[in-house]
């Protein structure tokens, strides 16, 4: 469950004595359920990462508050974010973000590798995320020797490799072909169903918003909800 309060943020560019500042998020607040798929729609430019980049912790939040499970993270300091992060909340992000010099197998252990996991455990774990995906045949080719369905699938392994119950994903299908979205799309579903996953998603593209159980849109950095109700 994540609960956002009051979230506004903005950002200083420019010198010195020539700031500009520009407000990005104004007064946010929503909730994602358990279990929910929630996509978030909205135009280039109206904050869309920005609020998830808030959400995952990588930027702080200059007003507000994010709860992500009971805990307030928008209060945690780095460090101890970063842990919360391994443990709770699994990534997919529009360019793979593999790492090119690790085989598939190597990439979806990663996490296993950064939790301090044995590796008999995480040989186990590694290879049945591979085999639910379908991709344990490739576990040795790089990710330059996948398609980009794969190297997606691949991506979705190592976020879901450490049981996270939550996955913010930021146009997941932004650089696959219209079949290979579809197959994700359901993958996804399939997910939320089976194991109660519970999504946060950004998108662009109306297939993917639909998805959602609710879709909220991003406007002037305020949120307006049932686009597609
Ligand atoms: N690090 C930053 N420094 C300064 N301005 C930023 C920064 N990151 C984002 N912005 C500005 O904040 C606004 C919102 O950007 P954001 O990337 O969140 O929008 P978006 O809805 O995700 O856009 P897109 O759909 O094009 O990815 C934009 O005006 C952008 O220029």
Redesign the pocket.
């Known amino acids: 469950m994540i609960t956002i309060r009051n979230l506004s943020h903005d950002?200083e560019?420019g010198k010195k004595g020539n700031k500009t500042i520009?407000p990005?998020l104004k007064d946010v607040s929503l909730t994602v359920g358990e279990g929910e798929i929630v996509t978030i729609v909205?135009?280039?430019?109206?904050?869309?990462?920005?609020?998830l980049?808030l959400v995952s912790g990588f930027i702080r939040p200059k007003q507000g508050e994010i709860i992500i499970n009971g805990t307030t993270v928008s209060s945690l300091n780095e460090a101890k974010f970063a842990d919360f992060r391994i443990k709770h909340l699994g990534f997919i992000f529009q360019s793979f973000q593999l790492i090119p010099s690790m085989t598939a197998y190597e990439n979806v252990e990663l996490p296993l590798v950064l939790q301090g996991m044995s590796e008999s455990r995480r040989k186990q774990k590694t290879e049945e995320m591979l085999a639910k995906v379908g991709l344990l045949e490739y576990r040795d080719h790089y990710p330059g020797e996948l398609s980009g369905g794969q190297q997606q699938r691949v991506s979705i392994s190592r976020a879901l490799v450490v049981n996270p119950p939550i996955i913010l994903a930021d146009?997941p299908t932004g650089s696959l072909d219209s079949e290979t979205e579809k197959e994700l799309l359901d993958f996804i579903i399939q997910l939320n169903k089976e194991l109660g996953i519970t999504f946060l998603i950004?998108t662009?593209d109306e297939h993917v918003a639909r998805v959602g159980h609710r879709t909220i849109e991003?406007r002037d950095g305020r949120v307006f909800e049932g686009v597609y109700a």
């Open positions: 950002f560019i520009i990005v909205g135009r280039s430019g109206s904050g869309k990462s920005t609020l980049n146009e950004i662009h991003l």
